[in-house]
């Protein structure tokens, strides 16, 4: 078991450049969520997946993000144009179907826009 | 949905346990308690969940009170290591499913 695999690692951009974020889960998962962590606002929920499909997407700040799951394998969270005020840790998580199973984490994203 | 209550902040000395209390007075019947912690620089790490038995895995003890309105989870022989953010959750539903919302949990210190 590979875990949740996030990419990059690290991200420094500019403000106004355009920033994809990767996420690949868990084999066997269905569900898929994209959280943000800050210091001011802790770990919040941006959107949530089933079956590839968005279900929940009321925590996405405004238009200028977005996120998309091409196949039960691959996610991603784009922010364009990045501002400032979008520099946090952006983590990715995976769930096998059944609403009580556990949430599994990858090791996020830390995003410096500039 | 049940809000849970943690304190901010608790330490612990190395070797002994670790009790962690969370406060979750309007749980509802069906709902789940789940713990989960944040090593820094990591994603947050599942340890256990419990519906009103008490539960014991390899990480962690799950005891719920009788009336389901509090939760402590217990570290048995704390570790350095186990110094992260402790999170204590009770399931938001959305679509059927359940969806874990985090509070800011308790900062667990473990000091030699």
């Known amino acids: 078991d590979a875990g949740v695999i996030q990419s990059p690692r690290h991200e420094v951009t500019e403000m106004g450049q355009e920033v994809t974020l990767r996420c690949k889960p868990i084999s066997g998962h269905n569900s898929l969520f994209w959280y943000r962590q800050t210091m001011m606002r802790g770990l919040e929920l941006l959107i949530y997946?089933?079956?590839?499909?968005?279900?929940?997407d009321s925590g996405m700040p405004e238009d200028r993000f977005s996120a998309k799951m091409p196949n039960a394998s691959f996610s991603t969270l784009k922010i364009q144009p990045s501002e400032p005020r979008d520099s946090a840790v952006y983590f990715c998580a995976s769930r096998r179907d059944g609403g009580r199973s556990p949430l599994h984490f990858g090791n996020g994203t830390r995003l410096t826009v500039t | 949905d049940a809000k849970t209550t943690q304190p901010p902040s608790m330490d612990c000395a190395e070797g002994r346990a670790a009790n962690l209390p969370c406060n979750h007075s309007?749980?509802?019947?069906?709902?789940?308690v789940y713990w989960y912690r944040q090593i820094h620089s990591q994603g947050p790490q599942y340890i256990i969940h419990?519906?009103?038995n008490n539960e014991t895995n390899e990480m962690a003890s799950l005891i719920i009170t009788e009336d389901r309105k509090s939760s402590t989870l217990i570290l048995p022989h704390a570790t350095l290591r186990d110094t992260a953010v402790y999170y204590c959750i009770v399931r938001v539903a959305s679509g059927g499913s359940y969806i874990p919302t985090f509070g800011r949990g308790t900062s667990l210190i473990v000091h030699p």
């Open positions: 309007t749980i509802s019947g069906n709902e789940y």
């Open positions: 419990g519906l009103k």
């Open positions: 997946f089933n079956n590839n499909v968005p279900i929940d």
